[in-house]
């Protein structure tokens, strides 16, 4: 009896695995190899297109596994591997690769310490019917950022929605928010745009951003900013980035709560006075 009690639920467990794998769940949310030449061959269509001098453009599954990479003609052959690294990352931690690269820039050099990472602009999540389920990286095209164009287009053939930022929804509680906030620090940068929790105790520099709109809302305290003018010895400090001591002319406003202020870019800005705190949200979108 317990021999033919076993036998039965062998029978009925395989029939629920074989039902489970034809279901249209399973069929629609793993990426398939149908689904990597797909997004390859539109990667491959926009370097063409944009006529990039090579590139090697890897697909990876959920997990990080690979499932095709393919090598344009002129491409050296570390490209390969750069480029499955960029995938995997991106799938494995469902954010483009950007992201890591700009944090590590920014400081936190510690995150080169994780194990099988890749933080190299031109990795990006693929999404199918609202889920991440894998990534797709490129490497050695014209540059980091068209490394990232390519990725983008291929992502992009299988998503059906313009790209991969629209894989999930990002959401801080006020917890979060008020404690980034209470130090001063970026919620998020994406491809596309940045969101800042800023804080300021003091003047800043002048700046100005070649890419980034900087949309401003003023949560608390008050603070005298300038606009337009000139920098005074300006110097480059990050990519699309210049700062200088001083803005030469332009028009000062003082700033309070509830007021908005809508920067666009190349226009030299600068914080001469604030209040201790002066706390404001910042919405960046990039036109580069």
Do not use: W
Not at 148 to 154: R, S, V
């Amino acid at each position: 009896m317990n021999h033919l009690k076993s036998v039965v639920l062998t029978v009925l467990m395989s029939a629920a695995l074989a039902a489970a794998a034809q279901s249209p769940a399973a069929q629609t949310n793993a990426l398939t190899l149908a689904d990597a030449k797909k997004v390859i061959a539109a990667a491959v269509a926009e370097a063409r297109r944009v006529n990039a001098p090579g590139g090697a453009i890897a697909v990876v599954d959920e997990g990080g596994h690979l499932l095709a990479v393919e090598c344009l003609d002129d491409t050296f052959a570390a490209g390969a591997n750069i480029s499955i690294g960029k995938a995997r990352t991106a799938a494995l931690f469902k954010k483009p690769t950007k992201v890591f690269e700009d944090l590590i820039n920014k400081g936190r050099t510690t995150m080169v310490t994780l194990p099988d990472f890749t933080p190299l602009q031109g990795g990006v999540p693929i999404a199918k019917n609202g889920r991440v389920v894998g990534g797709i990286g490129v490497s050695v095209a014209a540059s980091a950022p068209q490394d990232e164009q390519l990725a983008i287009a291929g992502a992009a053939a299988l998503n059906g929605d313009g790209g991969p930022a629209s894989a999930s929804v990002t959401y801080f509680d006020r917890t979060r928010t008020a404690s980034t906030f209470a130090k001063g620090a970026p919620l998020l940068e994406v491809d596309g745009y940045k969101v800042h929790a800023s804080r300021r105790e003091k003047p800043g520099e002048g700046e100005v951003h070649l890419y980034e709109t900087d949309v401003i809302y003023v949560l608390e305290g008050t603070a005298t900013f300038v606009t337009g003018g000139a920098l005074v010895d300006p110097r480059t400090t990050a990519e699309g980035e210049i700062r200088g001591p001083s803005i030469k002319g332009g028009e000062s406003r003082r700033l309070a709560k509830g007021d908005v202020i809508v920067v666009p870019p190349n226009t030299p800005h600068q914080f001469t006075e604030v209040t201790n705190p002066f706390l404001y949200f910042v919405v960046k979108p990039i036109s580069h």
